[in-house]
T-cell receptor, first 114, second 113 residues
Framework: GDSVTQMEGPVTLSEEAFLTINCTYT??????LFWYVQYPGEGLQLLLK?????DKGSNKGFEATYRKETTSFHLEKGSVQVSDSAVYFC?????????????FGQGTELSVKP | DVKVTQSSRYLVKRTGEKVFLECVQD?????MFWYRQDPGLGLRLIYF???????EKGDIPEGYSVSREKKERFSLILESASTNQTSMYLC????????????FGAGTRLSVL
């Protein structure tokens, strides 16, 4: 079945460092891809999405490009802040399968130090 | 803003108790979902609902049931709670097929003793 694999954490960076969190997927169809973020004690918030190959999703300085040839959707940010400390989840969804359920990676915890 | 509200942030229950987790959304979304979140496993789908009184099993439905009597409310029921159901439970509703975006509640952390 469809699946998502993301790099293990925790990832610890200094403020203003460059961030990459790797995400790869396997899917039989043409899913949409998502990054969700979970701040401590909160639910998940959509960070960005891409619906087809070569689409780039971006939000709050984060970006990710849907790469069909490498089945990847890596999350990047040029300069992280302490407030970016959170758990990041990569996910995919086929909108016509099981109500569009999200299939998640295991999550990557990011800690940004001042 | 879409609001998905889960009735409890923290719950502590005893083994064998019947447990209800409630979720309400205010955007008239048709699809609603229940996931559980466990460290190292991400989120996994328990049940989902296409519309009122319609429900479908997800990937890990064993030990759970759901109820959707009104469009805005989707309840998760643990008929007889067990210690392996100690987890974080997250409810979500989806904004249509075209946008295919799910909005999540804050979660309920359930401990079964």
């Amino acid at each position: 079945g469809d699946s998502v694999t993301q790099m293990e954490g925790p990832v610890t960076l200094s403020e203003e460092a460059f961030l990459t969190i790797n995400c790869t997927y396997t899917a039989t169809g043409y899913p949409s891809l998502f990054w969700y973020v979970q701040y401590p004690g909160e639910g998940l918030q959509l960070l960005l999405k891409a619906t087809k190959a070569d689409d780039k999703g971006s939000n709050k300085g984060f970006e990710a490009t849907y790469r069909k040839e490498t089945t990847s959707f890596h999350l990047e940010k040029g300069s992280v802040q302490v407030s970016d400390s959170a758990v990041y989840f990569c996910a995919l969804s086929d909108p016509y399968n099981q109500g569009g359920k999200l299939i998640f990676g295991q999550g990557t915890e990011l800690s940004v130090k001042p | 803003d879409v609001k998905v509200t889960q009735s409890s942030r923290y719950l502590v229950k005893r083994t064998g108790e019947k447990v209800f987790l409630e979720c309400v959304q205010d955007m008239d979304h048709e699809n609603m979902f229940w996931y559980r979140q466990d460290p190292g496993l991400g989120l996994r789908l328990i049940y989902f609902s296409y519309d009122v009184k319609m429900k479908e099993k997800g990937d890990i439905p064993e030990g759970y049931s759901v109820s959707r009597e009104k469009k805005e409310r989707f309840s998760l029921i643990l008929e007889s709670a067990s210690t392996n159901q100690t987890s974080m439970y997250l409810c979500a509703s989806r904004e249509g097929i075209a946008k295919n975006i799910q909005y999540f509640g804050a979660g309920t952390r359930l401990s079964v003793l």
